[in-house]
T-cell receptor
C-alpha cells in the first residue's frame, strides 16, 4: 500500500517568505508527527497530532511555526517569515496509534527546505 | 546535555568485521527504545526495537541496560549494504510516542 507522502520534495524560498509543507499519512493512521532534521543531526520532534488535534506542540521552535490537520488525515506545516536557520529537511511520520509502546512510525521522504 | 547521545563516527570497517555502536539517554522515564537506519538523503526506517532481555535479528543484536541508561547495537559480519547512519531513539513515557533521536552514528563498510 501507499506510504507516507510529502510535497513538495524540495522548496527553495527567500528569507521572509511564507511556506507550506504538506504531509499525506498512511490511510487509517490516527497519529501524525512532524520532525525537522538539520545536516549531521538526528531528527528533532516538532509537533504530534492525534486525530485532528495537536496533542503536543512542545517542539515548535517559535510562533512562526504552525501546523494543522483539519480532517484528521492530511497535515500542513506552515512557516511564516522564514529565516535562513529554518533550512532543514522536514520529515513527517504516521502511526496507527499515538502511544509510547512499540507502535511503529513510518516516515515520509521529507521536504528539503532551503531559505536563501 | 542532549537527551540521547551517540558517537557520530564515522566508523570505517572492512567487510566481515563486527562493529558495535553505543548510546546513552538521560531521561530515566524513557519507555521504549529503538534503532533506526537512515541511508544518505533518505528517511529513517525502523531497524529494530530494543528490550532489556536483549534481542537479535539475524546479524544484528540490540541490548538495553536500564540501570546504566545505555543502549547498544552490534552488527556481525558487516556487509557493504550496511553502510548507513544508525540512529538511537527513545520515547518518553506517556508522551504520545514522540521519538527522541540521537545524532546518529555513520557506518561505512569497505570492500
Amino acid at each position: 500500500g501507499a506510504g507516507v507522502s510529502q510535497t513538495p520534495s524540495n522548496k527553495v524560498t527567500e528569507k521572509g517568505k511564507y511556506v507550506e509543507l504538506r504531509c499525506d499519512p498512511i490511510s487509517g493512521h490516527t497519529a501524525l508527527y512532524w520532525y525537522r532534521q538539520s545536516l549531521g543531526q538526528g531528527p528533532e520532534f516538532l509537533i504530534y497530532f492525534q486525530g485532528t488535534g495537536a496533542a503536543d506542540d512542545s517542539g515548535l521552535p517559535n510562533d512562526r511555526f504552525f501546523a494543522v490537520r483539519p480532517e484528521g488525515s492530511v497535515s500542513t506545516l506552515k512557516i511564516q517569515r522564514t529565516e535562513r536557520g529554518d533550512s532543514a529537511v522536514y520529515l513527517c511520520a504516521s502511526s496507527l496509534m499515538g502511544t509510547s509502546g512499540n507502535n511503529e512510525q513510518f516516515f515520509g521522504p521529507g521536504t528539503r527546505l532551503t531559505v536563501l | 546535555r542532549k537527551e540521547v547521545e551517540q558517537d557520530p563516527g564515522p566508523f570505517n570497517v572492512p567487510e566481515g568485521a563486527t562493529v558495535a555502536f553505543n548510546c546513552t539517554y538521560s531521561n530515566s522515564a524513557s519507555q521504549s527504545f529503538f534503532w533506526y537506519r537512515q541511508d544518505c538523503r533518505k528517511e529513517p526506517k525502523l531497524l529494530m526495537s530494543v528490550y532489556s532481555s536483549g534481542n537479535e535479528d539475524g546479524r544484528f543484536t540490540a541490548q538495553l541496560n536500564r540501570a546504566s541508561q545505555y543502549i547498544s547495537l552490534l552488527i556481525r559480519d558487516s556487509k557493504l549494504s550496511d553502510s548507513a547512519t544508525y540512529l538511537c531513539v527513545v520515547t518518553p513515557y506517556n508522551q504520545g510516542g514522540k521519538l527522541i533521536f540521537g545524532q546518529g552514528t555513520e557506518l561505512s563498510v569497505k570492500p
